[in-house]
């Protein structure tokens, strides 16, 4: 089966703390995607992760990706107000006849 | 401002109605994807439509159909529609020709069935 997981699924945090969210897959592919909502509104694209060991950082959050592992992780440091939303991860299953498999989401809250 | 355009923002309507959903994608971009997001389900993979073909299907119902048109725009039509249906529907578009793949999402359409 074709299936995305994050954990945690819901994480309330203070300013200044760092966390780590968690995706796994659980089919062999070597992109994944960090996207980020927030309430509402659209999604919109933070990380594009094309192969093992790819290491992507913006601003306080940093992802990385180990396919071996079929592991991705979005790493939060010092988080701010600024950075409560909700997260998803996506893999790409176009080799098993899917498109982009969203996680269900890690809703961050920060608080002050 | 993804570049992915959808119309209406909002609807609301009644059971048993048909409702279309329009999305233009980004200019240049060929594939347009239709996901449905809802509180209990997440995000769902609908439809993709790739130079007017259908590219992949995930779980969309028979109830709905889309179609991708020679000017690359795209319409989600939902009938008889129930309840269940009420959630936000999100159109996105891909880059032609680049490794990446990424995803442009457009700012969506809220339904609401009464």
């Known amino acids: 089966e074709l299936k995305v997981e994050q954990n945690p699924l819901f994480l309330s945090m203070q300013e200044g703390k760092n966390y780590t969210i968690y995706c796994n897959y659980s089919t062999t592919s070597d992109r994944l995607y960090w996207y980020r909502q927030d309430p509402g509104k659209s999604l919109e694209s933070l990380f594009v992760l094309l192969s093992n060991g790819a290491v992507k950082q913006e601003g306080r959050l940093m992802a990385s990706l180990d396919t071996k592992a079929r592991l991705s992780t979005l790493h939060i440091t010092a988080a701010v107000h600024d950075l409560s939303a909700t997260y998803f991860c996506?893999?790409?299953?176009?080799?098993?006849?899917?498109?982009?498999?969203f996680g269900p989401g890690t809703r961050l809250s920060v608080l002050p | 401002d993804s570049g992915v355009t959808q119309t209406p923002k909002h609807l609301i309507t009644a059971t048993g109605q048909r409702v279309t959903l329009r999305c233009s994608p980004r200019?240049?971009?060929?594939?347009v994807y239709w996901y449905q997001q809802s509180l209990d389900q997440g995000l769902q993979f609908l439809i993709q439509?790739?130079?007017?073909?259908?590219?992949a299907k995930g779980n969309i119902l028979e109830r709905f159909s889309a179609q991708q048109f020679p000017d690359l725009h795209s319409e989600l039509n939902l009938s008889s529609l129930e309840l269940g249906d009420s959630a936000l529907y999100f159109c996105a578009s891909s880059a032609t020709g680049t490794r990446t793949g990424e995803l442009f999402f457009g700012e969506g359409s809220r339904l609401t069935v009464l």
């Open positions: 996506a893999v790409d299953m176009m080799n098993y006849g899917q498109n982009f498999v």
């Open positions: 200019s240049g971009d060929l594939s």
């Open positions: 439509y790739y130079n007017g073909e259908e590219r």
